[in-house]
C-alpha cells in the first residue's frame, strides 16, 4: 500500500484540530496576499501563532489568577500538613484531605486548575507539526503553485522512471513511499508535489538535470516556492539538522549560521518567558521544589534538541508563542498585581455554589457526606486489630514512598507540578 503525505493527517484527535488549523492558515494566507500583498507561509505560522494565543488569553489569565491565590493559600496548606505531620494512620490522612478540600473549598478553586492551558497546548503543537509538514495539503495557494510543473513531468515520456532515480540519488526513497505507476492519477500527482516540496534546495539542480525540456516552468516555480516557503532563506518545511547538513556540503555558511539560529533563540525566548513568570516562594530544603527548579532549566534545553530535529516552521512557532507569552505575561502581571483577591474569591466561591446547586448539590450535603464516609471508615478500621491495622498502614505508605519515579503517573504529576509553578 502507498503513501501519500499530500493527503491531510487523518488521526482521529488530531486530524480535526489539523484541519482547523490549516483552515485558518489559508484563510491567513489569502488576507495577506491580498490584502497587503504578503505570499509567505513563515509570516502566516506567525500571524497564527499570535493569534491563537490571542484566543487562549482568556484561559491564561484564569490560569494566572487561580495561580495566585494559590499562592496566596500556601500558609494555610503548609499548616495543615505541619498539624499531621508525622500522623501515618488513615483517620489523621482521611482528616487532612479532608481539611484541604475544604480550603480549596473556601477559596473557591479546584487542584487541577492550572491543568487546561497546558492540556490545550499540547494537541495544537502536535497538530501545527502535521500542517506545516504537509503545507501544499492544507494551504491551496501553495498547491497550485505545483500545477505548471506537475502537468509538465506527467507528460513527459517515462516519467515514473525519472522521477524513481530523482528520489534515489537524493536518497529521498525511504522518506516519500511513491509509486508512480500509479492508476490513479491525483494519486500520481500528489506524489511529485510531495517529492518536490521534500527535496532539500540542491534538488532543483538534480530536477532540472532530470527534466531538461522543463527547464522554464521549474525555474519559474522554484522562484514561487522560494519566495512562499522561505524564512530567512530557510525552507520552513526542512529541519535545521538537513539545512546543517546539506549547507555544509555546499558550503553555504551563512544558512548554517541561520539553522543554528532557530533553536537558539527558541531557548533564550522559553528562558526570557520563564524569568518573567511570577515564581513561588519555595523552601530551599524541599525535594520538589529543587526538582521543579532545575525541570525550568532543563526543559528550554531539552526543546533545543528537539527543535533541531522538526521543521523550521515549528521552531518559528516555538519561538513567536515563547515570545507572545513574554508580551501576554507582562500585562497579566500587571493585572494580577492589581487585583482584589478578597472579590476574586468571593466570586469563586459564589459561582462554585451555582454549579453545585445546577447539579443538585448543595454544599451541607458534601460536608456530611465527607463526615459519613470518615465515620465509616473508622468503623471499619475498629474491626482489626491494632497490629493489623498498622501493618497495612505501613506497607500503603511504604508504597508510596518508594514508587517507581519513572511511572507515567508520577511523570504526569510533574509535568502538571512543573507548570503550575512556573505560573504561580
Known amino acids: 500500500m502507498t503513501t501519500i503525505i499530500l493527503t491531510q493527517y487523518s488521526g482521529s484527535i488530531l486530524g480535526p484540530i489539523a484541519k482547523v488549523l490549516g483552515w485558518i492558515m489559508n484563510w491567513i494566507y489569502l488576507f495577506l496576499a491580498n490584502v497587503f500583498g504578503i505570499e509567505n507561509i513563515g509570516i502566516t505560522i506567525i500571524v497564527l501563532t499570535i493569534l491563537i494565543y490571542m484566543c487562549m488569553l482568556p484561559l491564561t489569565i484564569k490560569q494566572q489568577k487561580f495561580s495566585k491565590l494559590q499562592q496566596t493559600m500556601q500558609p494555610e496548606i503548609r499548616a495543615i500538613q505541619e498539624k499531621y505531620k508525622g500522623r501515618r494512620d488513615q483517620e489523621s490522612q482521611m482528616a487532612m484531605n479532608e481539611e484541604t478540600q475544604a480550603l480549596y473549598a473556601k477559596y473557591g478553586i479546584s487542584p487541577t486548575g492550572t491543568c487546561l492551558p497546558l492540556l490545550l497546548q499540547m494537541p495544537v503543537f502536535l497538530a501545527l507539526y502535521r500542517v506545516i509538514y504537509n503545507v501544499p495539503a492544507y494551504v491551496s495557494s501553495v498547491k497550485t503553485a505545483f500545477d505548471g510543473i506537475v502537468d509538465g513531468i506527467i507528460h513527459t515520456a517515462g516519467f515514473q522512471g525519472i522521477m524513481e532515480k530523482f528520489l534515489e540519488s537524493l536518497n529521498l526513497t525511504q522518506q516519500i513511499k511513491a509509486d508512480f505507476n500509479s492508476t490513479d492519477l491525483t494519486a500520481v500527482k500528489n506524489f511529485i508535489v510531495d517529492s518536490i516540496y521534500k527535496m532539500p534546495t540542491s534538488g532543483w539542480k538534480t530536477l532540472s538535470e532530470s527534466f531538461p525540456n522543463l527547464q522554464e516552468v521549474i525555474h519559474s516555480t522554484k522562484d514561487q516556492l522560494n519566495h512562499m516557503n522561505a524564512f530567512l532563506g530557510l525552507n520552513i518545511s526542512d529541519s535545521p539538522v538537513t539545512i546543517i547538513s546539506n549547507s555544509m556540503k555546499e558550503h553555504a555558511y551563512l544558512f548554517v549560521l541561520l539553522a543554528f539560529l532557530i533553536p537558539v533563540a527558541s531557548y533564550a525566548s522559553q528562558m526570557m518567558n520563564i524569568k518573567l513568570m511570577p515564581q ?145
Not at 285 to 305: E, R
Request: proline share 3%.
Open 280 to 424: 513561588a516562594d519555595s523552601d530551599p530544603d524541599n525535594p520538589m521544589a529543587k526538582q521543579m527548579k532545575t525541570m525550568n532549566y532543563t526543559m528550554p534545553l531539552i526543546s533545543v534538541g528537539i527543535c533541531f530535529t522538526v521543521p523550521v516552521g515549528l521552531g518559528i512557532y516555538w519561538i513567536f508563542s515563547s515570545l507572545t507569552r513574554c508580551v501576554q505575561q507582562y500585562f497579566v502581571n500587571k493585572h494580577i498585581q492589581n487585583l482584589d483577591l478578597d472579590e476574586v474569591i468571593a466570586k469563586n466561591v459564589e459561582k462554585r455554589k451555582k454549579k453545585l446547586e445546577k447539579m443538585g448539590i448543595n454544599e451541607n450535603q458534601i460536608r456530611n457526606a465527607a463526615k459519613l464516609s470518615t465515620k465509616s471508615n473508622v468503623q471499619l478500621s475498629t474491626t482489626m486489630s491494632k497490629a493489623e491495622r498498622d501493618n497495612k498502614i505501613e506497607k500503603a505508605y511504604e508504597y508510596r514512598k518508594t514508587a517507581n519515579p519513572n511511572s507515567l503517573t508520577a511523570k504526569a504529576n510533574l509535568v502538571k507540578d512543573f507548570n503550575e509553578r512556573n505560573n504561580k
